[in-house]
């Protein structure tokens, strides 16, 4: 698939995606948010992470804001994103409480800029948004990559977080797409395996060529 073409196709995804969104009914919607909060905390993954990075969630997606109080209630440090200027990169700002954000770009909570940045993620889980996720880790974001380029450097796990409504068994994914680790819905959590699988293919591949050398 084409750039463009790719391109085309999650923007359509975008808006399918707003669209079951938008006709939820605000009770299923608070239900569907409470199912996903209780998993999430309910995981070891969670339990054991001493940092939860976390987007500060605003109209159609799913509630964080709820987490955030809980991650700060059980002692963990809570880090949010941040847009840099002028690019298409973020830095995530440790936060102590909701006073530390103000409106930044395109209208979204940020944390102030002078707040310190997270740089150590070994001990972290990141909860990334999506419109769209699919069975394998993959996602449809809103477009930017902001998550991607970050993801691409962290070191803890990365969890996915949906309505059961916005998830498919298979997107088509770009060359820079960064998968997630797992991911959690209303219905069900999920163990996503593509970065995994590919690390275990590489780990054959780069074994076969060595036993080949050896025979040689």
């Known amino acids: 698939m084409s750039k463009i073409d790719l391109r ?3 923007k359509e995804i975008r808006a399918q995606m707003r ?4 006709e939820m009914p605000p009770e299923i919607v608070q239900k569907k948010d409470q199912a996903i909060y209780e998993r999430l905390i309910s995981m070891e993954q969670y339990r054991r ?24 209630e059980d002692g963990k440090k809570v880090a949010a994103p941040r847009c840099v200027e002028n690019t298409r990169l973020m830095n995530m700002h440790l936060i102590t409480s909701m006073d530390d954000l103000q409106e930044g770009a395109y209208g979204i909570l ?4 002078s707040l310190p940045i997270l740089e150590d993620t070994k001990n972290a889980v990141c909860i990334v948004p999506a419109f769209c996720n699919d069975y394998r880790g993959y996602r449809v974001g809103y477009g930017g990559g902001y998550y991607d380029r970050y993801l691409s450097g962290f ?4 969890i996915g977080v949906n309505y059961s409504d916005c998830v ?22 999920r163990r996503c395996c593509m970065q995994k699988c590919t690390a275990a293919k590489r780990r054959r591949k780069g074994k076969e060529t060595s036993d080949e050398k050896r025979k040689g």
């Open 8 to 10: 085309i196709y999650k």
């Open 155 to 158: 070191q803890g796990v990365k």
């Open 110 to 113: 940020e944390p102030k800029e």
């Open 49 to 72: 992470a001493k940092t939860i990075v976390i987007y500060v969630s605003k109209e159609l997606e799913v509630d964080t804001r709820r987490l955030m109080e809980k991650a700060w």
């Open 19 to 22: 669209r079951i969104r938008r």
């Open 168 to 189: 498919r068994p298979r997107l088509i994914g770009g060359r820079y797409d960064v998968p997630i680790d797992v991911l959690v819905t209303d219905r069900y959590i």
